[in-house]
């Protein structure tokens, strides 16, 4: 046992006419001429015994690299000495060290096994882990990984308070939830893991006798929200060339910072919707603000001709920071796109080459086989007018669009002969 001054006391016959004695011990399969150890007996040599400490034989072994509750097993023997001459004992005995282990046992307190803990961003709230001390021990290190990990590589290595004296460790729940949001565990879901304490004394260390299962649960923020108009299944008659609002509005979202509001076809999702706008004041505001005209652009845009209708599904995605939450619904509209006002222009759509399309700073419009003057507007999808110029029809006709967010615009190009044609423009930078 380390530091202990229990004796253990070797000893032997002694041999006629010796003047001195020396003890050797080696490995099973060693021998005595390159031995582990050679030391002399009690009183310089002279006695037939050798006292050692078990403390002594301890460091003997720590030396050897034997750790706690390991064994080694040697063989050993005596030479006695007179003069010139030497002599072996007759035997070689075979004796089994064992390091004793210094740390006692001790237990994990808390949280219970199998416990579920909700943790919440940047909540100064705190959650304690606690463990009996173990006897003998002057350091802890709580350990987590996965139920398929291990305490070799763990996911967690975290010093107990106190520089890692104490037999508990605190965290905030804001600290946590960190973790698990650099570990890739999203808003609402949770993760299992195993834990356990490693108790350390200089040269000893000790696992707790359990490992317990803890789910932690990543808390949401946002509060769960509502769709609220258009109603689930509405119809809608959208009129070209009238600036009249359509509003789609829903309840607002507990601690929401932004909305979008996405559309898909029946059959698309929205992880790549046909429509993605961030609702009024740059996205704050819990409604968007439509206009007829530019709906009815992006229904031309899609091959849906007048008079024909298509059926969509739209919802309405929060964003906090870290966070995002569907709305509780999904509702689905029936667009038709109205007779409107003027002459189906699709001739007059034929004279223009608009590209690139998507665009990342300039728009080119293509125009050669038209003259005369050119009244040139590009619309946001909610129909907010962007840009208003008139142009000479030309091949070289460029408009800037590198100030322009990412999105899909509606540009309109009117003719001196009153025809109009509208085609839809994506911007990517």
């Known amino acids: 046992t380390e530091a202990s001054t229990a004796l253990v006391n ?51 072994l720590n030396s050897l690299n034997i750790k706690r509750t390991d064994s080694v097993k040697v063989k050993w023997t005596v030479y006695a000495y007179m003069g010139s001459d030497s002599l072996k004992a007759n035997q070689d005995w075979n004796i089994t060290l064992v390091l004793k282990r210094i740390l006692g046992a001790f237990n994990l307190t808390a949280p219970s096994n199998n416990a579920r803990v909700e943790v919440v961003q940047n909540s100064a709230a705190t959650v304690t ?26 996911l967690l290595n975290l010093n107990s ?40 004394e200089t040269t000893d260390s000790l696992k707790a006798t359990e490992t317990f299962n803890i789910t932690l649960i990543r808390k949401r923020i ?30 607002a979202a507990a601690n929401a910072v932004t909305y979008k509001w996405k559309a898909a076809t029946l059959t698309g999702n929205f992880t790549n919707p046909l429509l993605n706008l961030a609702s009024d004041n740059a996205g704050v505001d819990a409604k968007l603000t439509l206009t007829h005209n530019a709906l009815d652009a992006v229904l031309a845009s899609n091959g849906i ?10 919802t309405v995605f929060a964003y906090e920071t870290t966070d995002s ?33 998507p665009a990342q700073t300039e728009l080119n419009i293509n125009s050669n086989e038209l003259t005369g003057n050119l009244k040139i507007k590009l619309y946001s999808i909610t129909g907010k007018l962007l840009i208003d110029k008139n142009m000479e029809a030309s091949a070289n006709n460029k ?25 839809k423009v994506v911007v990517a930078h």
Request: glycine fraction near 8%; avoid cysteine.
């Open 10 to 60: 070797i000893n032997w016959n002694k041999s006629a006419n010796a003047t001195s004695y020396r003890w050797f011990a080696t490995t099973a399969t060693g021998s005595f001429s390159a031995p582990l150890l050679r030391v002399a007996s009690n009183n310089a040599g002279t006695d037939s015994v050798l006292t050692l400490t078990s403390g002594g034989i301890d460091n003997i």
């Open 129 to 154: 882990i606690s463990w009996s001390g173990a006897n003998a021990a002057n350091k802890y290190v709580w350990k987590a990984t996965t139920l398929n990990g291990n305490f070799t590589n763990p």
């Open 161 to 200: 308070d106190n520089s890692g004296t104490n037999n508990n460790l605190t965290l905030t729940s804001g600290a946590i939830d960190g973790i698990l949001a650099t570990n890739g565990v999203k808003r609402g879901d949770s993760i299992t893991l195993q834990w356990t304490v490693f108790a350390f």
């Open 222 to 251: 946002l509060g769960s929200f509502n769709l609220s108009n258009p109603i689930n299944n509405a119809r809608l008659v959208v009129t070209p060339n009238s600036t009249s609002p359509i509003i789609i509005n829903w309840i």
């Open 305 to 314: 001709a007048k008079g024909d209708s298509i059926k969509l599904q739209w």
């Open 325 to 357: 939450l569907k709305a509780n619904e999904t509702f689905n509209i029936t667009l038709v796109r109205g007779a409107g006002v003027g002459v189906n222009n699709i001739d007059f759509k034929n004279n223009f080459n608009v590209y690139p399309n």
């Open 399 to 423: 408009i800037d669009v590198s100030h322009l967010q990412d999105g899909i615009y509606m540009l309109s190009i009117e003719g001196n002969n009153g025809k109009t044609a509208t085609i």
